[in-house]
């Protein structure tokens, strides 16, 4: 079965960066459009950025429009998420996912992100 491992997260301090990378074991994942998504103790999964299969288009959520940024590699089956300036309201457990497995309600280990104040 196709698996999506995310990575690259980590603890940091408000106004840090970190990119977080999402690799998925099966090749035809390069022809699908990607999201990432996020969900911090307490409140529901919530959509963060996606972008398409050639990466020709990509959408934000207004939390992060202007310091975060998706991008994808095609040839190393990988998209990732450079998150800039970060602040503690980021503090969350980032997951990547094609729309098919999110209809699925399959999800990754997901990885943390941790911003101290």
């Known amino acids: 079965q196709v698996q999506l491992v995310e990575s690259g997260g980590g603890l940091v301090q408000t106004g840090d960066s970190l990119r977080l990378s999402c690799t998925a074991s099966?090749?035809?994942?390069?022809?699908?459009?990607t999201g990432w998504f996020r969900q911090a103790p307490g409140k529901e999964r919530e959509f963060v950025s996606n972008i398409s299969w050639n990466g020709g288009s990509t959408y934000y959520a207004d939390s992060v429009k202007g310091r975060f940024a998706i991008s994808r590699d095609n040839t190393d089956n990988t998209v990732y998420l450079q998150l800039n300036n970060l602040k503690p309201e980021d503090t969350a457990v980032y997951y990547c996912?094609?729309?098919?497995?999110?209809?699925?309600?399959?999800w990754g280990q997901g990885t943390q992100v941790t911003v101290s104040s």
């Open positions: 996912n094609t729309d098919l497995r999110a209809k699925r309600n399959l």
């Open positions: 099966e090749e035809n994942f390069k022809y699908f459009a």
